[in-house]
């Protein structure tokens, strides 16, 4: 419990210096990346929230910090298991809770250059979601960039079940097996499962790009504009005849 204490104060005395400047902008209202990376290290959701992506940030700040807690709630019961199922079970929870964590910090990084690029409007490609995302576990997600904490996630978790299939525990051939087949039957639903969400990241961004297209559209005034010179410049040839 002390050790877990130390490492939260020494993250929160880290970033202190970060607080000074999170209202801190320049002149076009952009947002500093590592401004919104230490917010996040301290509690996840804090750097979304910075960066203008306030539901975003609000669902990490609760859901991350939640399913954390839900992963440790676990270690007791795995810690019951006999060995090498139960360091299994364990170090799969703690690689769970990492990956999490780590996902949430480059979700905040990326969201904020998202929040600084002016082609943040564009819609993304399911294709190219789908491309990714078979050459890498989570690259989907993080080439849409809404949801990229899944795809660290994501590529964390495939690493940890790849790592066990080549190193699986074990005193025995058998229980190395078993290993070895409950991390197989774990890569493939991670890598299965990235497909979906990474699809799904696609459809959501999309359809809040078309909604913020909608918004920001202005009425094109650009032929009124050439009208009302033209207009303006026979009305002024007319009096310089006269």
């Known amino acids: ?29 952009l947002k500093n990346p ?10 996840p959701g804090l750097g979304q929230i910075y960066s203008g992506g306030f539901d975003k940030g609000l669902s990490c700040a609760i859901v991350i910090p939640l399913g954390i807690w839900r992963f440790d709630a676990l270690k007791p019961i795995a810690c019951e298991l006999p060995s090498p ?25 990326l969201t904020a250059v998202s929040h600084n ?4 409007l564009k819609k993304k490609s399911l294709d190219q979601a789908m491309f990714f995302s078979l050459i890498f576990p989570g690259g989907g997600d993080i080439y ?44 493939l639903l991670t890598y299965g499962a990235q497909f979906a969400t990474a699809a799904l990241s696609v459809w959501i961004h999309n359809i809040n790009v078309e909604e913020r297209l ?16 033209q207009r303006e410049n026979i009305a002024l040839a007319i009096c310089k005849s006269f």
């Open 214 to 229: 909608k918004k920001n559209k202005q009425p094109d005034v650009s032929f009124k504009i050439k009208y009302d010179i």
């Open 85 to 109: 199922y139960q360091d299994y079970l364990v170090q799969m929870i703690t690689d769970f809770q990492i990956s999490l964590y780590i996902g949430n910090i480059a979700d905040a990084y």
């Open 34 to 43: 590592w401004v919104s990376t230490g917010l996040s290290c301290l509690w």
């Open 144 to 187: 849409v960039g809404d949801a990229a904490a899944f795809g660290f996630a994501w590529a964390g978790w495939e690493g940890f079940f790849l790592f066990k299939i080549i190193f699986p525990d074990g005193s025995t051939d058998e229980e190395k097996n078993k290993i070895r087949l409950a991390s197989g039957f774990g890569a």
């Open 1 to 29: 419990m002390r050790k877990k204490l130390l490492v939260i104060v020494s993250i929160i005395f880290i970033n202190f210096p970060v607080a000074f400047n999170v209202f801190a902008e320049d002149t076009e209202g």
């Open 117 to 120: 690029n002016k082609d943040y």
